[in-house]
């Protein structure tokens, strides 16, 4: 899809110079929550399942995100259609990013649920949607403790008749 794109420079604080394809970019007119001005980003492929999107107005700004298809059928959110920002249709392709905030302790890192971003493949445009709806969290935790789990510690216990 990308062979013979022309390719622009992006400036990165984390990686450096990037060379990617102009016709990667993904493009969100209204920006994302809290970063309005930067409206233009490129996803950078990572440790699976996470990737970055990374701005490529700001050098600093990058998010580390996870394809929101990857929470299963209970996580199924529509786009918003006929959106006027993005001109999302009935029949359109679309990803579903979420944002995930990496903590120190690894085990406490969580994604956004309750604000996914939705991509128009068709046209690469984005927009942030924030959804009222007390089942999607800001915070939802993306591992669970083994001591969270019931009887985790007493699968080498049982004994056998």
């Not at 420079?9 to 990686?15: A, G, L, P």
């Not at 110079?17 to 930067?38: A, M, R």
């Not at 009935?90 to 995930?100: R, T």
Request: proline residues 7%; aromatic residues 10%; negative net charge.
């Amino acid at each position: 899809m990308y062979e013979n794109s022309e390719e622009i420079v992006i400036n990165s604080t984390r990686f450096g110079e990037l060379k990617v394809p102009k016709d990667s970019l993904i493009h969100f007119p209204t920006g994302l929550i809290g970063f309005p001005k930067n409206t233009e980003f490129v996803m950078l492929e990572h440790k699976a399942p996470f990737s970055w999107l990374h701005s490529v107005q700001d050098p600093a700004l990058a998010f580390v995100v996870i394809d929101g298809y990857e929470f299963g059928v209970e996580y199924s959110l529509k786009p918003p259609l006929n959106d006027p920002v993005c001109d999302f249709k009935e029949d359109d392709e679309y990803a579903i990013l979420i944002i995930v905030t990496v903590r120190k302790d690894l085990s406490l890192t969580t994604a956004n649920l309750k604000a996914p971003l939705f991509v128009n493949l068709r046209n690469r445009t984005g927009v942030q949607v924030i959804f009222d709806d007390p089942k999607y969290s800001t915070r939802h935790p993306l591992w669970i403790k083994d001591d969270d789990e019931p009887n985790s510690n007493n699968e080498n216990s049982k004994t056998e008749g």
